[in-house]
């Protein structure tokens, strides 16, 4: 039995073994980990797919390795140990945009046409008897002299069988794409990557970028590239909310939970996307059309000892403080373990980033695509205020508000503001009481809740 | 001495050396075929796949023969004339070969005939009648084969001691034989001598007879062996041999006696051993294996950059055409054609009566390497073609990849199961489905009807067989 890299996420097509947990010849039970995957995501395991014994192990930590492709074989206790058909492919790089078109369809069609041709970047052959993928022994001559792996072709034919019609679009594919590349970076001014010796002007050491700082990279490049930025600034009062987590705080942490300035912000921005729809919502960029979403889903910037990861708060505006607290805390813990699942990353509607207990003023986050706004909260602290008429000191927040222009115009963002600092101050004593039964069915959910995310 | 050029040497002139110096000059070569028997062809020619079917043919002949006054048909016993046997099937053989070396001429493949030995990795000695001939080339392919193993044990310099080579030039019919090995081999020359009359006992050191092939795939071959020979001994190992005045006295454990018995002659069929000895490969970079096997990539390179090795030399499969497959492997990679061996489906044959054939994945394989299959099994009893000669002692078999209905695998017994297994090559190696085979129209009465029907019968409407209730036992009564 092989063991694959299986579909990870969506838009995830590789990852890196980062380490190894079993040897050739040790015996395995089901489900128990194999080996450990950095995806550019998070770090996923890989379990057993059954009770035997690891007859043979296809990479070694640091490989890089696509989905679908063979990492080890298992055979059944008593059975004699198994060739894996097929080594793990090398993946492609650098990853091709998702935008790149898939092949245009060929110039003769079959009457009845009923498969389209997918996009074969992400294209991978699966077979559970792991055997190559159906093709002609010509077809799969002229692919060995070619150097194609037919593994990435998908087969038009009945059983997914390659014919030399999809062997032609997945060249002409692969030729289309590498024009698209070249002819984007010229438009784009780009110029090619130059080596400097900076050790010129003194000692230097060099360290290979992690997959992380890889797809931060490009993700904040790509957003910067195309989004028109524009950042609303402000100060909000948080003397009343302060007064109102005063009184709160110790009953929550009795409660076993940490009652903390974000935690009030979810809210309050929950609220305030609720009266500004457009701050919740998505360009498609493909069909020109405005996506609103009827649902709150924050994402919470965590700064990690490997670089930034932003967790995902799932029907924000389905949960009270409490439950927020503790989801909260325990996202940010596994996040900055590297535990997340790919479910826990995946399906922001709009994101915050704190820096508060850094420190600093005003920033100027960068919107993270396809969201279309991002909250920015610098360091509170007591400032001088004026109120009614007379200068006196308040506890303010400077917040920062970036967002998409192409869909949001100045006068939006400053209302959003507006009424998010309102927000903040609004909060009241029915928010915050903990009902004693409520209490205890929140401090039963959770840790089952956590539980079964754990397992996945 | 005689110093000569070439581009390509193939030393050994068996199916994949004369395949390969053809081909080589296919592609404009200048090539030399070393051969050190005096006629081209080696085993498989002349002591092995075609003896033993011409044998096979005439063995056949007097079952046939005998087995058919139910048809109302009789004949008086059999008259066989040894000699005259000898000289048809030698016949076959000198046909053959001329015809391999006519072809050899119209291609310029200059055959050079003497025992080749490596001087180095670029010069080969050969000794031959005229003296030595020192051939400098640029590329070499071995195909040099393999020959029967004779343990030291049983190597008495008796001649009543034979392998299949002396065993195909039947010097007599011996009263008692006794065949060491289940093996193909064994199992084809052991019909051969119980159809011309001999009392023939098999020993099989493992569970079973013809190892390796699916159980429901041998179990007619079984049934005739049980009826055609005398026993069949399994888990039996010979301890001896002794030579006892005109008989061979063998001493051997089964079942946890030890026994001893005479025999008139005795054909042990224990495997194959490669020729990779005395012929200078230590001169070269070709490295061996364990069992003295040349080592080779996917593309019949060995670990010499100038020298390929194919066919039994090379190890894997020793059949003659997986050696005419390396040919062309060899040959299109030495003239610059990228070829692997890859995902190549290698058929196998076994000329029992009733003959038995598979190709892909077998049963036995995906249970032992957990792949989950389904297989589909079409009984003989249900084909009109096989109930018009009597032969419904046959099954055919799809192994089949559930996910995509693709044909994973084709294993067959029954007569003249060699022949059908080829569109079970084809099939794998399209990567058809169930459904296309189901589809393509098979003529009728014939025996590749079954293939049509077993691919129909997964999809549960074969006309002349009836699904059991659950799809997934697969089992089918006949009509």
């Not at chain 2, 005689?2 to 000059?25: C, H, K, L, Q, W």
Request: aromatic fraction near 6%.
């Amino acid at each position: 039995m092989d063991v694959r890299v299986p579909q990870l996420a969506e838009g995830v097509t590789s990852g890196t073994v980062v380490s190894l947990l079993v040897k050739e010849g040790e015996s395995v039970k089901k489900e128990q980990t194999l080996l450990e995957l950095e995806t550019n995501k998070a770090v996923a395991t890989i379990p057993s797919p059954g009770e035997g014994t690891i007859a043979k192990i296809l990479v070694s930590e640091g490989d890089e390795v696509a989905v679908g492709s063979v990492l080890m074989s298992l055979s059944a206790d008593g059975a004699a140990p198994v060739e894996a058909s097929q080594p793990a492919a090398a993946v492609p790089s650098p990853s091709a945009p998702a935008s790149i078109p898939a092949p245009a369809a060929a110039v003769q069609q079959s009457p009845v046409q009923t498969t389209t041709v997918q996009a074969p970047v992400t294209y991978q052959y699966q077979s559970l008897a792991g055997s190559p993928p159906p093709a002609s022994p010509s077809i799969r001559k002229m692919a060995f002299q070619l150097g194609i792996d037919l593994m990435r072709v998908k087969g038009s034919e009945n059983g997914g069988r390659i014919v030399l019609e999809d062997v032609k679009n997945y060249i002409q594919f692969l030729q289309a794409k590498a024009f698209s590349e070249t002819g984007s970076s010229a438009a784009s001014g780009t110029k090619p990557a130059k080596t400097v010796d900076f050790s010129k002007w003194g000692e230097v050491s060099r360290k290979k970028m992690s997959r992380l700082r890889r797809t931060i990279s490009e993700q904040m490049s790509d957003c910067w590239r195309t989004i028109p930025h524009v950042t609303q600034f402000d100060d909000a009062s948080l003397d009343a909310l302060m007064k109102l987590r005063k009184k709160y705080v110790e009953d929550y942490k009795k409660a076993g939970a940490s009652l903390t300035v974000t935690t009030f912000v979810l809210k309050a921005v929950v609220d305030t996307l609720k009266k500004h729809p457009i701050f919740n919502a998505s360009i498609d960029e493909a069909t020109d059309e405005v996506v609103y979403k009827e649902y709150y889903n924050l994402g919470i910037a965590v700064d990690t000892d490997q670089g930034l990861i932003v967790p995902v708060i799932r029907n924000v505006d389905r949960k009270n403080l409490f439950e927020l607290s503790l989801e909260l805390a325990d996202l940010a813990a596994r996040t900055r373990d590297r535990k997340v699942s790919m479910d826990d990353l995946q399906g922001a509607s709009f994101t915050i980033s704190n820096q508060g207990g850094i420190g600093g003023t005003h920033f100027t986050p960068i919107v993270n695509k396809p969201e279309v706004a991002i909250l920015g909260l610098g360091k509170g602290g007591i400032k001088p205020v004026v109120k009614d008429g007379k200068i006196t000191t308040g506890l303010t927040m400077p917040v920062a508000l970036s967002y998409d222009h192409r869909l949001i115009d100045g006068g939006s963002a400053a209302r959003f503001m507006t009424d998010f600092c309102l927000a903040l101050q609004n909060f009241t004593d029915a928010d915050l009481k903990l009902t004693g039964s409520k209490q205890s069915s929140q401090k039963k959910a959770s840790p089952n809740k956590s539980k079964k995310r754990g397992k996945k | 001495m005689i110093n000569i050029e070439t581009e390509v040497v193939v030393v050994g002139a068996g199916p994949g050396g004369y395949a390969a110096a053809f081909y080589a000059a296919d592609h404009g070569k200048k090539v030399i075929l070393i051969e050190r028997d005096e006629r081209l062809g080696g085993v498989c020619l002349n002591r092995g796949c075609i003896p033993s079917k011409a044998l096979l043919h005439a063995a056949k002949l007097i079952s046939e023969a005998k087995e058919s006054s139910f048809r109302g048909i009789e004949f008086a016993e059999p008259k066989i004339n040894l000699d005259k046997m000898r000289e048809w099937k030698n016949s076959i053989i000198t046909k053959l070969s001329q015809g391999i070396a006519s072809l050899g001429q119209r291609r310029n493949v200059e055959v050079i005939y003497g025992r080749g030995y490596f001087e180095g990795n670029d010069t080969i000695r050969v000794e031959t009648s005229e003296g030595q001939k020192f051939i400098k080339y640029q590329k070499a392919i071995i195909a040099v084969g393999s020959k029967p193993a004779l343990p030291a044990a049983f190597d008495l310099g008796n001649p009543r001691i034979m392998t299949s080579t002396e065993a195909l030039e039947i010097e007599e019919i011996p009263q008692k034989l006794l065949v060491v090995g289940g093996g193909y081999i064994g199992m084809e020359l052991g019909t051969v001598y119980a159809s011309m009359g001999s009392e023939v006992t098999m020993v099989e050191a493992m569970d079973s007879i013809l190892m390796g092939a699916d159980p429901d795939l041998i179990r007619p071959v079984k049934d005739y062996a049980a009826k055609a020979f005398k026993e069949v001994r399994t888990k039996a190992k010979v301890l001896s041999m002794a030579t006892q005045k005109k008989q061979i006295s063998v001493k051997m454990e089964h079942e946890g006696k030890a026994t001893e018995e005479l025999y008139d002659r005795v054909l042990v069929s224990v495997g194959r051993v490669p020729n990779s000895d005395d012929m200078g490969l230590e001169n070269t970079k070709v490295q061996l294996d364990a069992k003295k096997f040349i080592q080779v990539n996917d593309r019949c390179q060995t670990s010499d950059p100038n020298i390929c090795a194919i066919g039994d030399i090379a190890g894997g499969v020793l059949l003659a055409h997986k050696a005419a497959k390396e040919a062309r492997i060899a040959v299109e990679n030495i003239v610059g054609e990228a070829s692997t061996s890859k995902d190549v489906i290698i058929p196998a044959v076994v000329f029992t009566d009733p003959e038995v054939a598979w190709c892909g994945l077998t049963e036995t394989e995906a249970k032992q390497k957990g792949i989950e299959v389904k297989s589909v099994k079409f009984p003989w009893s249900a084909s009109g073609r096989a109930l018009t000669f009597d032969r419904t002692d046959g099954l055919t078999k799809l192994v089949i990849e559930p996910e995509t209905d693709r044909i994973l695998g084709v294993g067959i017994v029954g007569h003249g199961a060699g022949e059908l297994i080829s569109e079970g090559v084809l099939a794998v190696e399209m990567g058809a489905t169930a459904k296309d085979l189901a589809e393509s129209v098979h003529p009728h009465p014939t025996l590749s009807e079954t293939l049509m029907e077993s691919a129909e019968l997964f999809y549960g409407y074969a006309t002349h067989a009836v699904m059991r209730r659950r799809p997934s036992e697969t089992s089918v009564a006949a009509s």
